[in-house]
């Protein structure tokens, strides 16, 4: 009897390990599959947009990709009807280069791709072709970045952070669209702390991926004083703590110090081996440019962002993004242009560099 118990756990052993097998060999498939469809869908409107360009009529060009989707239909099925077909050539037009297509298309569908092609920037094309093969964005959740303006949101944080090596690009985004946790408008902070933990999957998704909670209103004695930081999280990419604190109002210059203080105290006590500097993020209903470009928060590990609780409009959203984005460069510019600060620059020579590497960047 025991002899057959030690069989039956073997058997299902094996079962088990033959299971795992066959799994990775269809994911393989499958990737394989995506990989070379998408690549074909490439290769075939590069080949015909050539094709076009060097008849050099646009009428040909009509006549030519009807003509073809009809005959190619027929013969390999409904992947070439004359809409696919367009898309193709717009795919090999907006994404030139085949040696960045392949890696993509090993992580990406030709979906995802059909997804991008409307964006008008390339550089916001690319922005979230890479996110969605690193972050493993499904298409809803492609089409649900895309519609709240992640590149653009992401685009002014990364104002912020600059190439300072603190904190790295694409971690954060300003603001924070929070419509999901339904407050009410006179809502405090603490309502604000138990609304987000109550939606904490999709603060997460929010914020993005990577973030892991640790623990919340995190309790810190200094000098026989309590202190507590509102969130705590841990990225699991970056390796490091990510403090949060939450503000109902706009941004104040003490809110830095404040923040300096928890990163210190988590950096000396809460610090694994392993990890790098902990870094912070301070939400806030509104935040203050010129104070922040001044205050240079970056260099500490610092970024500060606005959060919506409601999400606007769609032409209000776009409106609000680019004023935003506007205004960072006005701060700047404003900044580089003050007499005070021209001769400061001049005996900094690095934090020099840095202005006009983030103005380069808006």
């Given at each position: 009897m025991g002899k057959n118990n030690i069989l039956i756990q073997k058997e299902a052993q094996l079962y088990q390990e033959l299971s795992k097998l066959i799994e990775q060999s269809k994911s393989q498939v499958v990737s394989y599959a995506n990989c070379t469809l998408t690549t074909l869908f490439w290769q075939v409107g590069n080949r015909i947009r050539e094709h076009i360009l060097q008849n050099k009529r646009a009428d040909y060009g009509k006549e030519i990709v009807s003509t073809l989707s009809t005959?190619?239909?027929t013969q390999f099925g409904k992947n070439f009807e004359e809409r696919n077909l367009r898309r193709m050539i717009q795919f090999s037009e907006q994404f030139p280069d085949i040696e960045m297509i392949v890696p993509l298309s090993q992580q990406l569908s030709w979906s995802h791709f059909v997804e991008?092609?409307?964006?008008?920037?390339?550089?916001?094309?690319?922005?979230?072709?890479?996110?969605?093969?690193?972050?493993?964005?499904?298409?809803?959740?492609?089409?649900?970045?895309?519609?709240?303006?992640?590149?653009?949101?992401?685009?002014?944080?990364?104002?912020?952070?600059?190439?300072?090596?603190?904190?790295?690009?694409?971690?954060?985004?300003?603001?924070?669209?929070l419509d999901f946790l339904a407050l009410k408008t006179d809502f405090l902070e603490k309502d604000?702390?138990?609304?987000?933990?109550?939606?904490?999957?999709?603060?997460?998704l929010e914020i993005g991926k990577g973030f892991a909670f640790v623990e919340r209103q995190k309790r810190m004695?200094?000098?026989?004083?309590?202190f507590h930081l509102?969130?705590?999280?841990?990225?699991?990419?970056?390796?490091?703590?990510?403090?949060?604190?939450?503000?109902?109002?706009?941004?104040?210059?003490?809110?830095?110090?404040?923040m300096e203080l928890y990163l210190k105290w988590l950096d000396r006590y809460e610090k694994q081996e392993g990890e790098a500097k902990p870094i912070g993020l301070i939400?806030?209903?509104?935040?203050?440019?010129?104070?922040?470009?001044?205050?240079?928060?970056?260099?500490?590990?610092?970024?500060v962002a606005e959060y919506w609780t409601e999400l606007p409009p769609k032409k209000e959203l776009e409106e609000k993004l680019h004023k935003s984005l506007i205004e960072a460069r006005?701060?700047?510019?404003?900044?580089?242009?003050?007499?005070?600060?021209k001769s400061y620059l001049n005996r900094n020579p690095n934090l020099l560099a840095l202005f006009k590497k983030l103005h380069l960047q808006l």
């Open positions: 005959q190619l239909k991008l092609l409307p964006l008008k920037k390339s550089e916001a094309r690319l922005f979230y072709a890479s996110q969605s093969a690193h972050q493993g964005w499904g298409i809803r959740e492609l089409r649900n970045n895309i519609e709240t303006k992640t590149f653009e949101r992401t685009k002014i944080a990364n104002s912020q952070i600059g190439k300072s090596g603190n904190i790295p690009t694409n971690t954060f985004k300003d603001p924070y669209i604000l702390e138990s609304a987000i933990l109550r939606e904490l999957e999709s603060f997460i004695i200094i000098d026989g004083e309590d509102d969130l705590l999280f841990f990225h699991r990419k970056l390796k490091r703590l990510v403090a949060i604190d939450l503000k109902i109002g706009k941004f104040q210059a003490k809110d830095k110090g404040q939400l806030c209903a509104e935040s203050s440019r010129e104070q922040i470009e001044l205050l240079e928060l970056h260099k500490d590990g610092i970024i006005e701060n700047i510019e404003r900044i580089k242009n003050s007499e005070q600060y």
